[in-house]
């Protein structure tokens, strides 16, 4: 599914060395960045695989569904399922921004499975992909 989502969007795949990406966040956690101007996403190539799956599903759900109004409002009160630093992710906006991201990895990973967590959700993702 990933995949086919960056072929179908145009998003150019990079690997990088570097333990830590900057994103333009102070955060050493990070692991990849999505940038909308020229479309990349970048990944750090020191985490396991199933971390950089986990990461690519991430950002591509930033790269689909950044600046959706209806999604960013609807997962205001769903649960975070990791911890975002309020120091960095400083308003409920980029909360629920990295929570949508974090949610579209869930889905890329199984579907069916993220169904069950949110079916009003898993609608608008599944809607998404279909339709692009």
């Known amino acids: 599914m990933l995949q086919m989502i960056i072929a179908k969007l145009g ?3 990079l690997m990088t060395a570097t333990p830590n990406i900057s994103c333009k966040i102070d955060n050493p956690d990070v692991g990849g960045c999505y940038y909308k101007q020229s479309n990349e ?6 985490k396991d695989t199933s971390t950089n799956e986990f990461i690519l599903g991430h950002e591509i759900g930033h790269a689909l569904f950044l600046g959706n109004k209806q999604l960013e409002k609807m997962v205001n009160d769903y649960p975070e399922i990791r911890y975002y630093p309020r120091s ?8 629920n921004q990295e929570k949508i991201a974090d949610y579209f990895a869930m889905y890329a990973k199984s579907p069916s499975d993220f169904k069950v967590f949110s079916p009003e959700i898993y609608q608008i993702f599944n809607n998404k992909i279909k339709n692009l």
């Not at 996403?41 to 020191?46: A, C, D, E, K, W």
């Not at 960095?88 to 909360?95: A, E, G, S």
Request: net charge positive; charged share 5%.
């Open 11 to 13: 998003i150019v795949i």
């Open 41 to 46: 996403i970048i990944i750090s190539g020191t």
């Open 88 to 95: 960095i992710y400083n308003t409920q906006l980029k909360v």
